[in-house]
């Protein structure tokens, strides 16, 4: 691991790594520096927004035009009790200050950002959602979970509806950024939903636990990155918190569409801002060579969408 001889937090900065390739063909170079953020819990709202604003004000120091936090990023993992007063903890999007209050640093700081919050539509219509801000800071849309559990210490059902947004992709800045959310990636479907819109990156905020998803975390999103042949971004919180026992494993990552990771996988415990250079040519490279999308056979799916 490689760490700034200052960082202008107390978490650490793992530096951007370029991608190596094995072809001297490539098409022509377009990088992308794009960043990730783990955290724990910190204890209440307002410290946790600042932590946030914090390590989008480092990611854009370090060139990143690209950054998701995690899942319900300002606040802890409630969906470990059942518990009305978390609702508290949703707003409007994007009406709401806290989709305003990174809009405007977006635009200072010329970033993308990728928000995930916890919606609420209107008294009683909540959503696990992400907001995605362009970098002069403009509201591009939202996309709502799909995919709701309803586990011991993961109770989403109390909390959220099933998302109803289909699978945007959002032409941003820096590309076609398409969102997956958390219990989400275990599901094939919108993988691929995001790909055939055009994604280039799919960020995968996330809040998932040791012992339950560890033997899946580096096997699911490298699968989906190569059979959609698209970069995935990673990303889940650390540590314990105190509505229950799901101990956060971090290790976030970037991984393209060979299912190399771009660089170190994060700290398993640790809070830190990973920042990594990903070249999108590598999608033209990688899906020429292997004709996943011309060699698909929707007419013969029709079973798979039977209830």
């Known amino acids: 691991m490689h760490l700034k001889a200052a960082p202008p937090a107390s978490y650490a900065l793992r530096t951007p790594h370029t991608p190596h390739t094995e072809r001297a063909e490539v098409p022509m170079s377009r990088v992308i520096r794009a960043a990730l953020f783990q955290t724990a819990w910190t204890g209440d709202k307002e410290s946790m927004i600042q932590v946030h604003e914090q390590a989008a004000r480092d990611a854009a120091a370090q060139g990143a035009q690209v950054l998701c936090f995690q899942e319900l990023f300002y606040g802890p993992y409630f969906c470990q009790v059942q518990d009305p007063a978390f609702y508290e903890y949703a707003e409007q999007i994007p009406e709401g200050p806290i989709v305003r209050r990174f809009q405007a640093l977006a635009k200072e700081l010329g970033i993308v950002l990728v928000l995930p919050m916890y919606e609420e539509e209107q008294p009683g219509v909540l959503y696990n959602t992400a907001a995605v801000i362009d970098a002069d800071g403009s509201y591009l ?11 011991r210490g993961f109770w989403e059902k109390f909390y959220f509806r099933p998302g109803n947004s289909g699978w945007p992709v959002f032409d941003t800045k820096v590309g076609k950024v398409g969102v997956y959310i ?15 819109a055009g994604a280039e990156i799919v960020f995968n905020p996330s809040a998932t636990s040791r012992g339950l998803s560890g033997y899946l975390w580096q096997l699911e999103q490298p699968a989906a990155a190569v059979a959609n042949e698209y970069f995935v971004g990673a990303i889940n919180r650390v540590g314990v918190e105190e509505y229950g026992d799901n101990d956060f494993y971090g290790t976030s990552y970037f991984v393209d569409p060979e299912a190399q990771f771009v660089g170190e996988v994060a700290s398993d415990k640790e809070t830190e801002l990973v920042v990594r250079d990903l070249d999108l040519a590598k999608l033209r490279e990688v899906r020429d060579r292997w004709q996943f999308y011309r060699d698909r056979a929707p007419g013969a799916y029709t079973p798979l969408t039977a209830p």
């Open 141 to 151: 849309g939202k996309y709502r979970k799909t995919h709701i559990p309803q586990v």
């Open 182 to 196: 958390c219990y989400d990636r275990h599901f094939p479907e919108g993988w691929r939903a995001l790909g055939l």
